[in-house]
Nanobody, 126 residues
Framework: VQLQASGGGLVQAGGSLRLSCAAS????????AGWFRQAPGKEREFVGV????????SFADSVKGRFTISRDTAKNTVDLQMNSLKPEDTAVYYC????????????????????WGQGTEVTVSS
């Protein structure tokens, strides 16, 4: 499956953005889908993930309560809705997917994801 992330941009602190990850070459609904981000000079970190069946989601503590993930099976997309954005949310955001199955339904470990999109840049100004 090939992944294409979009929706990044420049937004003021407190604002919202919606990122979308579109999959081609496969049914995205069969994949656990995750979002990760990488700020300049930092490691790529986990943001959120949704199970292949869509019923389980998990988020990093830093974004919990502000970010949500939704899956549109008909469009073959997984979206990341980001609200109440902070300057520390500034990063390149990557969507990722895996066919692996997990006992908890999801995984926050980037090494479990074998398919990656190209990244979309999010800048939050203060």
């Amino acid at each position: 499956v090939q992944l294409q992330a979009s929706g990044g941009g420049l937004v003021q602190a407190g604002g919202s953005l919606r990122l979308s990850c579109a999959a081609s070459g496969g049914r995205f609904s069969l994949y656990t889908a995750g979002w990760f981000r990488q700020a300049p000079g930092k490691e790529r970190e986990f943001v959120g993930v949704t199970s292949w069946a869509g019923g389980i989601t998990s988020f990093a503590d830093s974004v919990k309560g502000r970010f949500t993930i939704s899956r549109d099976t008909a469009k073959n997309t997984v979206d990341l809705q980001m609200n109440s954005l902070k300057p520390e949310d500034t990063a390149v955001y990557y969507c990722a997917a895996t066919r692996k199955r997990f006992s908890t339904g999801v995984s926050p470990n980037r090494n479990d994801f074998g398919y990656w999109g190209q990244g979309t840049e999010v800048t939050v100004s203060s």
